[in-house]
């Protein structure tokens, strides 16, 4: 289970022999001492300590106890690494955060708003920026200074997620709030729509479109088309129709992507609406081939 959960890790970060691996030193440690970095991991970058030896073996020897206890036999602990659990490890994401922010969404009120907030703000220090504050012993600057947030907006841009790895839904609400405030978001690498290149102009007073009835609180004139669009060997929906309508073109070089497959959408997720975007049929598994991969990589 190791050995499977280690090349698969090693696979993802794009490391397709071991060998390339000793030494690369492509991660940063977070909770380890000086002590441990020095005997284990020498030359990584290791900027707030943490755990000794000591402390790993203590660590270790208490796992062992709760697996096998001498008086009772009963089943091992969850401890909540993975999915948040009652009793385990905290998790940011909680579910009770989770139910706070939808609760806040959707009741559109800023006072279940400000609730979700101070849950955030006093929840327990889980990141190493919630030990971080604001310096307040500078003066502010003048704010003639500070660009307008219209200007800041235009940096602003998502990720690249293709429609599938994303819902539809998601994918046009993401373009359309870029789009309104002067940002960019990204395409992915799986097509997109025609239909969401043209402005949205039958759009009602109640915010709904006939056009794009899945989508809610659309305004007149709202765009869906992606201002970034990639493009890379072997991939799925790249048109002219699609270049066209990209006010920026990402083009994937030397990704670093590991050799073999790529990028995978499985075949339950190909839908007939996305198999007709990347010129597919549905239920088929879509997968970058090898070779392109290893080309453009």
Known sequence: AI??????????????????YHGAQIFEAIGLSQEVIDLAFRG????VGGMTLADLAREGMVNHQRAFPELTSKKLENFGFIQARPKGEYHINSP????????????GQPAHYEIYRAHLRSRTPTALRDL??????RDPIPLEEVEPA????????TGGMSLGALSREAHETLAIAMNRIGGKSNSGEGGEDPERYLPITDVGPDGTSARFPHLKGLRMGDNASSAVKQVASGRFGVT???LLNARQIEIKIAQGAKPGEGGQLPGKKVSPYIAKLRRSKPGVTLISPPPH????S
């Not at 971080?132 to 012993?137: E, G, I, K, T, Y």
């Not at 219209?150 to 841009?157: L, N, Q, T």
């Open 96 to 107: 009770e955060m989770a139910k706070l922010l939808h609760k806040a969404i959707e009741s």
């Open 150 to 157: 219209s200007e800041i907006f235009k940096r602003f841009a």
């Open 3 to 20: 050995e499977a959960g280690l090349l698969k890790i090693l696979s993802k970060m794009g490391i397709s022999l071991l060998s390339s």
């Open 293 to 296: 991969h290893d080309i453009y």
């Open 44 to 47: 990584t970058v290791s900027r």
């Open 132 to 137: 971080l504050d604001f310096r307040s012993d």
């Open 240 to 242: 002219p129709e699609y």
